[in-house]
């Protein structure tokens, strides 16, 4: 496709339901009410010149280039900020006008510099554009009078610069930052002619408060926010629609190229997962899918002590096939597997799956969302009767109450995070249940009502007492309840005993009992309360059982089956929500069928030709242990770097080093591939063809920017593997396998490509009853019918503090960062957080001669880890943190075994710990132990 | 004890902890069910050589799990 270009109507669309009919220069439009005049002159085909306004930001009437008449009206009103009225007659084009418009411009480009052949935004400017429309020739006054044109650039941020000799201070850059950010960095400092953007406090952007999302770089009419890309390159030329690839919002990009060279991801508006919103991971780490260290070729050992040798991929395939084949021969059939990832797409998922069932002909299929988000498939399948999320993004803008709860948006899913606090800001309440003082408890113009700082744990105790509160209390919603729950009454009695209380919980969990009542009467009270959670609550011993406890709560209340409410897991990785899914789990077929459902298991078996065996294969934890028994040995890994993200390094990579044959296929050599035989490069999601589904069950397409850089799609290699093992699948395109999820799967029943090419995303279910999606779940009844009330008794961990482990570690992450760093560490966002840090609470720190900046050494009974401490009250006393980004830290060395007692995905946010000053820096060998291999590097891409 | 049996001892009295709960017999069928369900064939063969071998540390709820799943 061309450059595409979004339409502007200049301000957003109204809510008003009434049309209300208008005539703008003699052609008459209807539009709702409380459209805009410039809107709907857009709408009627006539653009009336503007500068400061933008359709995704309020009108704020301040260049007055917009100007119009209106018939019996005087004077010539902004038409930004002028609604229309019934019968209004608007003249957008007199001499009067062009008069006006004209003296406007002049002003404005007596203070600019008139550099436009030069200029970055040269052909992409709507200064430039306006002085063309309002027809400008001269400038009366000159341009030798006072001005800005010498003014600094500030070119701190690693990706965008800010041009202050060409800003208009028309205050897009501000009000983005506010309305749609909501991080307030931006100000216009200075009166009248002294006017400027000012970031933070007269701060360089890299050292204020900015977050780097973009939004002000997108809404700059001119080149005064300017990303580096485009200074560097020039401006694009052609654009492909396509998906993010980092968290599990999955925003919608204009991927925006010259030739087959990106120069920008520029956030859709169209996408209805974000809006036209990005953080700084989407719009702009995207150089490491063209980094230098990338693998682009096949290549074997015999040996992991050997050094790799770059084969063809005939060679490769041949080499895993007859490895997998022969460990089989030997050891018997269920003694290899493999893993998926959910940095992939349905597809290469959907056909990974596929191989090892068809061609590995067991059910040794696990995926990676076995250490995050398992627990949600269980727990939402139990009560509710599907394993997903049960709203659309949109929906938090009819929340009244937000219970966020073991989750961090405004680092984990900060396009997500904007919406929430947007509605924050408009009066929503909000409730965060979390270890940390995360920014969301307190941030410019968001302030929780009530902080529950409960000690990592106990989830299950507090959650327990927030039922409590609600059924002692009669706030349970009894018509809800009655009509569409069941084993209402056991649960009830459950939860009211005395065990349960919020008194009985504060001696497991630390919260006062009188804010976790108020909080759970807020809750309970609102017209509509909506569930958010992260990995804080499933990454647990009692994950799921704290998912249960959620949907317990919103059931009791009534907060399930429409806008504004719902339980919502937010999840880490861009296709999460698909690779669970698409059958990924060793226990169940696509669409959450388990293997015993003699229904469905007979239908794949016929489509695929193959017998399916009807018990469930390993998971992720059981393979390693059964390779450190040695009765596995061969593991297909697809996109994952288990060795550094899986708990339990030593444990992980003893098994990996156990196993006879271990074939990864990744971007990038690392912590894994030290323990691989078979490398077999991937894919970038710039060259996938294929879809993501995110955390609102969006299927969005993933369209290709450029050919597969290893010259195979991922789906084909594994095409290629199960040939090479005698089965064959035969796609030729990523669109027949769409059709086969399609024909085997009820909920994507109705999905093509064809569709969502001209539908855009569309959510699951998207059947015969929802041909174009379902956005909200349970509207009329659960999925499993009844929704299913059950009990869940808190048991605590048997990780437990002692003397000689006395602080509770708790991990995550931080916006600029992105799980085990791969991507992200190769770009410039190292910038911001080169390495991982413990934070620790002054008292903890004091105790042990702990100051900020201090290397100190973080010791459970597993390992131990050295890196540098960050004194802070953000996490409370008794509790460490710190984030698993980088491999020279290494956090996993310290996590433990333990586990989800229903999923095992493992425990990572209780480990007791003991911390104190490093006595030494590690070594170079250590260092480099820890650090990414890049052994053999080959540059690649433009 | 290693590798995938120490895993099937830690799961299945952790299991068995979660259901704990409910009256006996249906304690016990609850544990078993998730086993039948969510284990491998050779962590359930794992477990069933702990209940043989009479191990000390396995819940009694998981014994008597056992018990039912062998006369599946």
């Given at each position: 496709?061309?450059?595409?270009?979004?339409?502007?109507?200049?301000?957003?669309?109204?809510?008003?339901?009434?049309?209300?009919?208008?005539?703008?220069?003699?052609?008459?439009?209807?539009?709702p009410?409380?459209?805009?005049?410039?809107?709907?002159?857009?709408?009627?085909?006539?653009?009336?010149?503007?500068?400061?306004?933008?359709?995704?930001?309020?009108?704020?009437?301040?260049?007055?280039?917009?100007?119009?008449?209106?018939?019996g009206?005087?004077?010539?009103p902004?038409?930004?900020?002028?609604?229309?009225?019934?019968?209004?007659?608007?003249?957008t084009?007199?001499?009067?006008?062009?008069?006006?418009r004209?003296?406007?411009?002049?002003?404005?480009?007596?203070?600019?510099?008139?550099?436009?052949?030069t200029?970055?935004?040269?052909?992409?400017?709507?200064?430039?554009?306006?002085?063309?429309?309002?027809?400008?020739?001269?400038?009366?006054?000159?341009?030798?009078?006072?001005?800005?044109?010498?003014?600094?650039?500030?070119?701190?941020?690693?990706?965008f610069?800010?041009?202050?000799?060409?800003?208009?201070?028309?205050?897009?850059?501000?009000?983005?930052?506010d309305?749609?950010?909501?991080?307030?960095?931006?100000?216009?400092?200075?009166?009248?002619?002294?006017?400027?953007?000012?970031p933070?406090v007269?701060?360089p952007?890299?050292?204020?408060?900015?977050?780097?999302?973009?939004?002000?770089?997108?809404?700059?009419?001119?080149?005064?926010?300017?990303?580096?890309?485009?200074?560097?390159?020039?401006?694009?030329?052609?654009?492909?629609?396509?998906?993010?690839?980092?968290?599990?919002?999955?925003?919608?990009?204009?991927?925006?190229?010259?030739?087959?060279?990106?120069?920008?991801?520029?956030?859709?508006?169209?996408?209805?997962?974000?809006?036209?919103?990005?953080?700084?991971?989407?719009?702009?780490?995207?150089?490491?899918?063209?980094?230098?260290?990338?693998?682009?070729?096949?290549?074997?050992?015999?040996?992991?002590?050997?050094?790799?040798?770059?084969?063809?991929?005939?060679?490769?395939?041949a080499?895993?096939?007859?490895?997998?084949?022969?460990?089989?021969?030997?050891?018997?059939?269920?003694?290899?597997?493999?893993?998926?990832?959910?940095?992939?797409?349905?597809?290469?998922?959907?056909v990974?799956?596929?191989?090892?069932?068809?061609?590995?002909?067991?059910?040794?299929?696990?995926?990676?969302?076995?250490?995050?988000?398992?627990?949600?498939?269980?727990?939402?399948?139990?009560?509710?009767?599907?394993?997903?999320?049960?709203?659309?993004?949109?929906?938090?803008?009819?929340?009244?109450?937000i219970?966020?709860i073991g989750?961090?948006?405004?680092?984990?899913h900060?396009?997500?995070?904007?919406?929430?606090?947007?509605?924050?800001?408009q009066?929503?309440?909000?409730?965060?249940?979390?270890?940390r003082?995360?920014?969301?408890?307190?941030?410019?113009?968001?302030?929780?009502?009530?902080?529950?700082?409960?000690?990592?744990?106990?989830?299950?105790?507090?959650?327990?007492?927030?039922?409590?509160?609600?059924?002692?209390?009669?706030?349970?919603?009894?018509?809800?309840?009655?009509?569409?729950?069941?084993?209402?009454?056991?649960?009830?009695?459950f939860?009211?005993?005395?065990?349960?209380?919020?008194?009985?919980?504060?001696?497991?969990?630390?919260?006062?009992?009188q804010?976790l009542?108020?909080?759970a009467?807020?809750?309970?009270?609102?017209?509509?309360?909506?569930?958010?959670?992260?990995?804080?609550?499933?990454?647990?011993?009692?994950?799921?059982?704290?998912?249960?406890?959620?949907?317990?709560?919103?059931?009791?209340?009534?907060?399930?089956?429409?806008?504004?409410?719902?339980?919502n897991?937010?999840?880490?990785?861009?296709?999460?929500?698909?690779?669970?899914?698409m059958?990924?789990?060793?226990?169940?077929?696509?669409?959450?069928?388990?293997?015993?459902?003699?229904?469905?298991?007979?239908?794949?078996?016929?489509?695929?030709g193959?017998?399916?065996?009807?018990?469930?294969?390993?998971r992720?934890?059981?393979?390693?242990?059964?390779?450190?028994?040695g009765?596995?040995?061969?593991?297909?890994?697809?996109?994952?770097?288990?060795?550094?993200?899986?708990?339990?390094?030593?444990h992980?990579t003893?098994?990996?080093?156990?196993?006879?044959?271990?074939?990864?296929?990744?971007?990038f050599?690392?912590?894994?591939?030290?323990?691989?035989?078979?490398?077999?490069?991937?894919?970038?999601?710039?060259?996938?063809?294929?879809?993501?589904?995110?955390?609102?069950?969006?299927?969005?397409?993933?369209?290709?920017?450029?050919?597969?850089?290893?010259?195979?799609?991922?789906?084909?290699?594994a095409?290629?593997?199960a040939?090479?093992?005698?089965?064959?699948?035969?796609?030729?395109?990523?669109?027949?396998?769409?059709?086969?999820?399609?024909?085997?799967?009820?909920?994507?029943?109705?999905?093509?490509?064809?569709?969502?090419?001209?539908?855009?995303?569309?959510?699951?279910?998207?059947?015969?009853?929802?041909?174009?999606?379902?956005?909200?779940m349970h509207?009329d009844?659960?999925?499993?019918g009844?929704?299913?009330?059950?009990?869940?008794p808190?048991?605590?961990t048997?990780?437990?503090?002692?003397?000689?482990?006395?602080?509770?570690?708790?991990?995550?992450?931080?916006?600029?960062?992105?799980?085990?760093?791969?991507?992200?560490?190769?770009?410039?966002?190292?910038?911001?957080?080169p390495?991982?840090?413990?934070?620790?609470h002054?008292?903890?720190?004091?105790?042990?001669?702990?100051?900020?900046?201090?290397?100190?050494?973080?010791?459970?009974?597993?390992?131990?880890?050295?890196?540098?401490?960050?004194?802070?009250?953000?996490?409370?006393?008794?509790?460490?943190?710190?984030?698993?980004?980088?491999?020279?830290?290494?956090?996993?060395?310290?996590?433990?075994?333990?586990?989800?007692?229903?999923?095992?995905?493992?425990?990572?946010?209780?480990?007791?710990?003991?911390?104190?000053?490093?006595?030494r820096?590690?070594?170079?060998?250590?260092?480099?132990?820890?650090?990414?291999?890049?052994?053999?590097?080959t540059?690649?891409?433009? | 004890?290693?590798?995938?049996?120490?895993?099937?001892?830690?799961?299945?009295?952790q299991?068995?902890?979660?259901?704990?709960?409910?009256?006996?017999?249906?304690?016990?069928?609850?544990?078993?069910?998730?086993?039948?369900?969510?284990?491998e064939?050779?962590?359930?063969?794992d477990?069933?050589?702990?209940?043989?071998?009479?191990?000390?540390?396995?819940?009694?709820?998981?014994?008597?799990?056992?018990?039912?799943?062998?006369?599946?």
């Open positions: 496709m061309t450059l595409l270009i979004e339409p502007d109507l200049g301000t957003p669309p109204s809510t008003g339901v009434d049309l209300v009919t208008v005539e703008v220069d003699g052609t008459s439009v209807d539009v009410q409380g459209t805009s005049v410039m809107r709907a002159a857009a709408i009627a085909g006539f653009a009336v010149p503007k500068l400061c306004a933008t359709d995704t930001l309020d009108a704020f009437g301040s260049c007055r280039l917009c100007l119009v008449e209106i018939e009206r005087p004077g010539t902004a038409s930004c900020t002028t609604p229309v009225t019934p019968g209004m007659r608007v003249t084009e007199s001499p009067r006008l062009q008069r006006l004209r003296g406007v411009m002049e002003l404005y480009i007596s203070d600019h510099p008139l550099d436009c052949l200029c970055p935004a040269n052909g992409d400017c709507e200064l430039q554009d306006m002085a063309g429309v309002v027809g400008l020739r001269d400038v009366r006054y000159g341009y030798a009078g006072e001005n800005h044109l010498d003014a600094p650039i500030d070119t701190s941020n690693p990706y610069d800010f041009d202050a000799s060409k800003c208009i201070v028309c205050s897009r850059c501000v009000r983005a930052c309305d749609i950010q909501g991080t307030f960095a931006l100000t216009i400092s200075g009166r009248g002619f002294d006017s400027k953007v000012s933070g007269h701060e952007f890299f050292d204020s408060e900015c977050v780097s999302c973009g939004a002000c770089v997108q809404v700059c009419p001119t080149s005064t926010l300017q990303e580096k890309t485009v200074i560097e390159i020039g401006v694009p030329t052609r654009t492909v629609l396509t998906t993010c690839a980092y968290c599990g919002v999955g925003c919608s990009f204009k991927a925006e190229l010259k030739g087959n060279q990106v120069v920008r991801m520029v956030p859709y508006k169209d996408g209805g997962a974000n809006e036209g919103h990005s953080c700084v991971k989407g719009r702009f780490a995207w150089g490491y899918a063209t980094h230098a260290e990338r693998i682009t070729k096949p290549m074997v050992r015999e040996k992991t002590s050997d050094p790799w040798r770059e084969v063809s991929w005939e060679e490769a395939i080499f895993a096939a007859d490895g997998f084949k022969r460990i089989q021969a030997e050891h018997g059939r269920d003694s290899i597997g493999g893993i998926t990832s959910s940095r992939c797409t349905n597809e290469e998922v959907f990974l799956q596929k191989m090892i069932r068809a061609g590995f002909h067991n059910n040794n299929v696990d995926t990676c969302a076995r250490v995050c988000h398992s627990p949600t498939g269980y727990g939402l399948k139990t009560t509710l009767g599907t394993s997903a999320g049960t709203q659309a993004f949109s929906s938090v803008e009819k929340a009244d109450v219970l966020v989750a961090n948006p405004t680092d984990g900060p396009v997500f995070a904007s919406r929430m606090k947007r509605r924050l800001r009066g929503a309440q909000l409730v965060v249940i979390d270890p003082l995360i920014d969301l408890v307190r941030s410019p113009h968001i302030e929780a009502t009530h902080h529950l700082p409960l000690l990592p744990g106990s989830n299950v105790a507090v959650i327990n007492a927030m039922a409590h509160v609600v059924v002692t209390e009669d706030l349970v919603d009894r018509e809800f309840v009655r009509d569409r729950c069941e084993d209402f009454d056991v649960w009830a009695e939860v009211a005993r005395p065990e349960n209380s919020p008194e009985a919980a504060a001696t497991v969990s630390g919260v006062d009992p804010e009542r108020a909080a009467r807020l809750y309970a009270s609102a017209a509509n309360a909506a569930i958010y959670y992260g990995l804080g609550v499933t990454e647990h011993s009692q994950g799921s059982t704290m998912v249960i406890g959620l949907a317990n709560l919103a059931m009791a209340t009534g907060n399930l089956g429409r806008e504004g409410v719902g339980v897991p937010l999840r880490g990785q861009n296709n999460v929500q698909g690779s669970c899914d059958g990924s789990f060793p226990h169940e077929l696509s669409g959450y069928r388990h293997l015993s459902d003699v229904v469905a298991r007979t239908m794949f078996e016929e489509r695929w193959v017998d399916i065996d009807p018990e469930p294969g390993l992720i934890p059981n393979m390693l242990s059964a390779a450190v028994d009765t596995f040995r061969g593991l297909f890994i697809q996109g994952e770097d288990i060795a550094q993200s899986d708990p339990n390094t030593q992980v003893a098994a990996l080093d156990n196993m006879d044959l271990v074939v990864l296929q990744d971007l050599l690392n912590e894994t591939s030290k323990y691989a035989h078979v490398f077999l490069p991937g894919t970038s999601f710039l060259e996938k063809d294929g879809t993501f589904t995110n955390a609102e069950r969006r299927i969005n397409r993933v369209r290709p920017v450029m050919s597969p850089v290893p010259g195979k799609d991922e789906w084909q290699v095409c290629d593997l040939h090479a093992m005698g089965y064959e699948m035969g796609y030729t395109d990523a669109s027949q396998i769409m059709d086969e999820i399609a024909a085997v799967t009820p909920t994507f029943a109705g999905v093509s490509f064809e569709m969502l090419d001209r539908l855009g995303g569309v959510q699951w279910p998207c059947n015969d009853i929802a041909p174009e999606g379902t956005p909200t509207v009844g659960f999925v499993r009844k929704g299913r009330f059950v009990e869940t808190f048991v605590a048997d990780e437990r503090t002692t003397r000689k482990f006395p602080l509770i570690l708790t991990t995550g992450r931080i916006l600029t960062q992105y799980n085990v760093g791969a991507q992200t560490r190769r770009t410039p966002n190292v910038a911001w957080h390495e991982d840090v413990l934070e620790i002054p008292s903890d720190a004091e105790m042990r001669g702990v100051s900020t900046g201090d290397r100190v050494r973080l010791e459970s009974r597993i390992g131990a880890t050295t890196l540098h401490a960050v004194v802070s009250e953000r996490v409370p006393l008794g509790v460490v943190y710190t984030t698993f980004h980088h491999p020279t830290t290494g956090a996993n060395v310290v996590t433990t075994e333990y586990s989800d007692w229903a999923t095992n995905c493992p425990e990572y946010k209780v480990t007791a710990v003991q911390v104190s000053p490093a006595t820096e590690l070594t170079a060998d250590e260092a480099m132990a820890r650090a990414d291999i890049s052994a053999v590097a540059p690649v891409g433009p | 004890m290693t590798g995938l049996v120490q895993d099937v001892l830690r799961m299945g009295n299991i068995s902890a979660q259901f704990r709960h409910l009256p006996g017999p249906d304690a016990a069928s609850a544990v078993a069910n998730h086993i039948s369900l969510f284990w064939s050779r962590l359930q063969d477990l069933f050589a702990l209940v043989d071998d009479g191990d000390l540390d396995l819940d009694p709820i998981l014994v008597d799990a056992v018990a039912r799943l062998r006369t599946v």
